[in-house]
């Protein structure tokens, strides 16, 4: 693996992840209470002995670079480094990153200085443990220019994916764009190619892109130089080399869930509370997830009544119930609280006297869920202070709604706190 350099794709403004987005790149959002989606394409590179990783963003990287910063400092006697490359204006390129190959172009120059036989490309927002390893491996193998990383997929999803057709020796020979009706029939294949017994390959006859890739370096080289124009690495990049390149294909038959929406992100996190066995653990001693080390207190619980639910460290609870949810670093809960089917982001920081109460009604509010609030079905972001007495439950049943003057959006039900909020004591929302 030392002869292979990683390449994250930070994504564009993440559009379909605001409000989550409005202060922070997308990797740099937080996942499972105390994890940033950044640390699941990082960690998978660091299991699989990848140790020189490049991140590519133009929005908002404040925040991830001072995690990445804090998170991943390699040993002086190696020659490991995880690298945020923001974008610039140079001489060369005057406008900002177009896309996920315009993006890697525009840095091939740095890219091309390191002696690597492979390029992997990976996704900032997706929720998966890989053996990048396995996927060079197969690549080397077939003696490929490109190898994607594909999942099985059935028909009920199929259509909302990018899918493709290969061959009796894996490699791909037709794309087709989220088809559907008779077009997503032609993209029918047998998935036995690439390692599923019959039965499976029954049930998941279409194989979808992870938006994954391993590049030759001089394929990689030729293709964005020789097509300056084309600015996406899965809509035209290689769909265009397939005729020309060996594009092969690798099948990844294990939990994979792309998290670029507020729906997906809510559900993927939600999921991890499931028991017995969660579709994605955190607990496998032999690929660890690794983010930063905080050195917080441990959690504080005070007559209150946890169940199916994700408590993370510094947190002080309540007299408070809490079910099916996720609560973030520093999360503050007061007394007669009731939190369902929520994730909870919790604090960057105490305030002083963190372990006190709040007086009197016209203290300021602090950070945290004041007394006797109920919040259901909820996305509630980092550093918000939430009255007592507030109803965060969606009591109309509305799918869609932008209040960004008073601290929220709803996106399909869910109801998304932003970032630094204040909601006043008795808000019903």
């Known amino acids: 693996m030392k002869r292979v350099l990683a390449v994250i794709l930070g994504g564009g403004a993440g559009t379909r992840l605001y409000p989550l987005t409005k202060l922070r790149a997308k990797p740099a959002v937080p996942l499972a209470g105390k994890y940033r989606l950044i640390d699941i394409p990082v960690s998978n590179c660091i299991n699989s ?11 908002n990287s404040a925040s991830l670079n001072r995690h990445i910063a804090r998170a991943y400092n390699f040993s002086s006697f190696t020659e490991g480094f995880v690298e945020v490359l923001a974008a610039q204006q140079t001489a060369e390129n005057p406008s900002w990153f177009q896309g996920t190959a315009d993006a890697v172009r525009q840095y091939l120059w740095l890219l091309q200085e ?4 492979e390029y992997l490309i990976l996704s900032g927002d997706h929720l998966y443990r890989m053996d990048y390893r396995q996927f060079v491996a197969r690549h080397r193998e077939t003696g490929a220019d490109i190898t994607l990383s594909v999942v099985p997929m059935d028909e009920k999803r199929a259509s909302s994916f990018g899918l493709m057709k290969i061959d009796d020796t894996g490699r791909v020979v037709d794309f087709s764009e989220k088809p559907k009706g008779d077009a997503l029939k032609e993209m029918q294949v047998d998935t036995t190619t690439l390692g599923l017994t ?3 390959a029954k049930a998941n006859p279409y194989i979808a892109s992870m ?3 391993v590049f030759k370096k001089e394929a990689l080289k030729t293709l964005l130089q020789g097509n300056p124009t084309q600015t996406d690495f899965g809509k035209e990049i290689i769909p265009g080399a397939a005729k020309d390149y060996n594009v092969q294909a690798f099948l990844f038959d294990d939990y994979w869930e792309d998290i670029g929406t507020i729906e997906a992100f809510y559900d993927a996190n939600l999921a991890l509370t499931q028991q017995p066995q969660p579709p994605f653990s955190f607990y496998d001693e032999n690929a660890p997830i690794y983010t930063r080390a905080r050195y917080l207190p441990p959690t504080k619980f005070s007559d209150s009544h946890v169940t199916s639910s994700i408590i993370s460290e510094g947190c002080i609870l309540r007299n408070c119930r809490i079910h099916h949810s996720v609560l973030g670093v520093r999360a503050r809960i007061e007394e007669g609280c009731i939190i369902e089917d929520s994730l909870i982001m919790g604090s960057d920081l105490y305030e002083p006297f963190a372990e006190g109460e709040r007086n009197s009604p016209t203290d300021r509010i602090p950070l945290g869920i004041g007394a006797n609030t109920t919040i259901r079905r909820a996305i509630v972001d980092k550093n918000t202070r939430i009255g007592r007495n507030v109803q965060i439950i969606n009591k109309d049943r509305v799918e ?13 039900g869910i109801i998304v706190i932003f970032k630094n909020a204040v909601i006043p004591d008795g808000t019903v929302i």
Not at 400 to 412: D, K, S, V, Y
């Open 211 to 213: 938006g994954i890739y």
């Open 49 to 59: 002995e990848i140790y020189r990783i490049y991140v590519l963003t133009q929005f």
């Open 114 to 117: 390191w002696d690597f036989d």
């Open 198 to 200: 019959p039965v499976q």
């Open 400 to 412: 869609e709604a932008e209040r960004e003057q008073q601290g929220f959006f709803i996106r399909n």
